[in-house]
C-alpha cells in the first residue's frame, strides 16, 4: 500500500495574462487573454499527486476570504486533505503571471499574503502528520525557516524528503543534508550552485555540486529536455514524453514534483518515478493553467505505456 505524503506550501490565486510580450515600465498594452485561477507551487504539487493517486496532506496558511475557498473548493475536487491555519490578519495570496503567446513559456511574480506567514509554531503543531510520511515535500515560496523545520522533522520520522527549491534562494548546507532529493529547474540549480546549466553536461555538474553539499540526490529539470537524475552512484537521463502541442508551461515543475512524490509513496524504484514525473508533466504542459492542468492517473499510465 501507498504511503502518506505531505506538503508543505503556498497556495495562491493565478492571474494570468496571455500576450505578445510583457508591457515595459509605464507602458499599456493590450493581452490576449485573461485566466484566474488555483496556482502556488506546494498547493499544485498537492493537486499533481493526488490526481496521480496519492494520498496527500497539504500544510499552508489562507486568509478568511473567497480566494481561499477557492484553495478549498481545489483540494476537494482533487482530493487533497487540507491541513490549514487560518489567518484573519492577512489575505490569501495571488501570483501575476505573464504568458508569451508565442511560446507559452511565463514569468511570475508572487504575493504569497497569508502564506509568507506560515510559521515554525504551524510545522510544530503538524510534526506528527509530518513525522509519519512516507515523503514530505516543501519548496521555497513559504519562509525557509517553517521548510526547515519541516525537513528536520519529517528526516527524523523517516520520510522520503524531498526539497524544490523554488524560487532560487541561498539554502544552507545544514538544511540541504536534510533531503534525500531536490529538484531545481536549470535557473535554480545555477542559482544554488553558481554553474550555469545550459545542457546535460552542466546539469550533471550542478548536480554533483548540489551532492557535496549534502543532498542525497539531485534531479535537475530540463524543460522540453527532461530531467537529469544523479546520486551517488548514478546518473540518469530522462527525456520528456510526446502528450501533443505545449500549450502552457507554467506549473510542469509542480507536475512533475507531484508525479515523482507519488510514485516514490507507491515504492518506485526514483528513475521509474522520474519517469512518471516527466510523464506528468509532459501532459500538463498540453493543458493551460497549473492546478487545472495536472493530469489524471489513467492519463499519465497510459502516456507512460506508449513510451
Ligand atoms: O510553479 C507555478 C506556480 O508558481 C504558479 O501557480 C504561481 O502561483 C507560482 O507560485
Request: hydrophobic share 45%; with cysteine.
Amino acid at each position: 500500500m501507498a504511503g502518506k505524503i505531505v506538503i508543505l506550501g503556498v497556495f495562491v490565486a493565478d492571474t494570468a495574462y496571455r500576450a505578445e510580450r510583457q508591457p515595459r515600465m509605464g507602458e499599456t498594452i493590450l493581452g490576449k487573454s485573461f485566466v484566474l485561477g488555483p496556482g502556488g507551487k506546494g498547493s499544485n504539487q498537492s493537486v499533481a499527486a493526488a490526481m496521480a493517486g496519492g494520498d496527500v496532506h497539504f500544510i499552508s496558511r489562507l486568509g478568511a476570504d473567497p480566494f481561499a475557498d477557492m484553495a478549498r473548493d481545489t483540494w476537494a475536487r482533487a482530493g487533497v486533505t487540507p491541513e490549514i491555519t487560518t489567518d484573519g490578519e492577512s489575505y490569501t495570496g495571488a501570483a501575476y503571471i505573464f504568458i508569451e503567446d508565442a511560446t507559452g513559456n511565463n514569468a511570475i511574480i508572487i504575493s504569497p499574503g497569508a502564506a509568507g506567514r506560515i510559521s515554525v509554531d504551524d510545522v510544530e503543531a503538524r510534526a506528527d502528520l509530518i513525522a509519519g510520511a512516507s515523503v514530505f515535500v516543501t519548496q521555497l515560496e513559504q519562509p525557509m525557516a517553517a521548510a526547515h523545520c519541516a525537513l528536520q522533522i519529517a528526516r527524523a520520522g523517516g520520510a522520503r524528503t524531498i526539497l524544490n527549491p523554488a524560487p532560487a534562494a541561498e539554502i544552507p548546507d545544514e538544511m540541504l543534508a536534510l533531503c534525500d532529493i531536490v529538484t531545481p529547474n536549470e535557473s535554480e540549480a545555477e542559482g544554488i550552485t553558481g554553474i550555469a546549466v545550459t545542457g546535460i553536461e552542466t546539469a550533471h555538474q550542478a548536480a554533483e555540486a548540489l551532492l557535496a553539499r549534502g543532498v542525497g540526490a539531485a534531479i535537475i529539470t530540463l524543460g522540453e529536455n527532461g530531467a537529469l537524475y544523479h546520486d551517488a552512484t548514478r546518473t540518469v537521463h530522462v527525456p520528456v514524453f510526446d502528450a501533443g502541442p505545449v500549450v502552457e508551461t507554467t506549473g510542469a515543475g509542480d507536475a512533475f514534483n507531484g508525479g515523482l512524490a507519488t510514485a516514490l509513496a507507491e515504492g518506485m524504484d526514483a528513475i521509474d518515478a522520474v519517469r512518471f514525473g516527466c510523464a506528468t508533466a509532459s501532459i500538463s504542459v498540453t493543458r493551460p493553467g497549473t492546478a487545472p492542468s495536472m493530469p489524471a492517473r489513467a492519463e499519465i499510465d497510459a502516456l507512460l505505456a506508449r513510451g
